[in-house]
């Protein structure tokens, strides 16, 4: 269980600038040990999941979509891989400032799509395992972790 209760915020703004972040020592570890395995798939971009994270941006023209994937698909990479980077190297940190917080909001953004293509997940979460002996539970609950940080993490920027 988190150190701050089973639902009580884990991330929040703090008074002394950036936000604060609570998390047990294997919620921390456990978003740390995601980060390699995302930049392990973002090595395959044609995986479906992983498209998810380089959007097309002219469904109607070959070559278009060809030149942009050129001009812009290594700084999207780029973007990607530095939102892992310090996800992974802050994941320890009790205090994040607003640029570290901004890169863990575009990891677990990232990590989210690529989770939830992979389960099927949609907006009526008619994907959501209803038998506790399925296995895909652990990773509908890592999905829901995740999610339910995103939402603190954004809430926290916003205050």
Do not use: C
Request: cysteine-free.
């Amino acid at each position: 269980m988190s150190p701050v209760g089973k639902f009580g915020r884990r991330i929040r703004r703090s008074r002394k600038g950036g936000v604060e972040v609570r998390l047990a020592d294997d919620e921390r570890e456990f978003l740390r040990s995601l980060a390699p395995q995302m930049r392990d798939l973002l090595e395959d971009p044609e995986d479906p999941a992983v498209a998810r994270l380089f959007p097309v941006a002219y469904p109607d023209h070959e070559d278009r979509q060809a030149e942009y994937r050129i001009l812009a698909g290594g700084e999207l990479l780029d973007s990607h891989r530095e939102a892992l980077a310090a996800l992974e190297a802050t994941a320890g940190a009790e205090r994040l400032d607003d640029e570290q917080a901004n890169a863990w909001l575009r990891a677990l953004n990232e990590i989210r799509l690529v989770l939830g293509t992979r389960l099927g997940v949609t907006e009526d979460h008619d994907a959501w395992p209803t038998d506790a002996d399925d296995p895909r539970v652990p990773a509908f609950a890592a999905y829901d972790f995740l999610s339910r940080l995103q939402g603190e993490l954004v809430e926290a920027l916003l205050d």
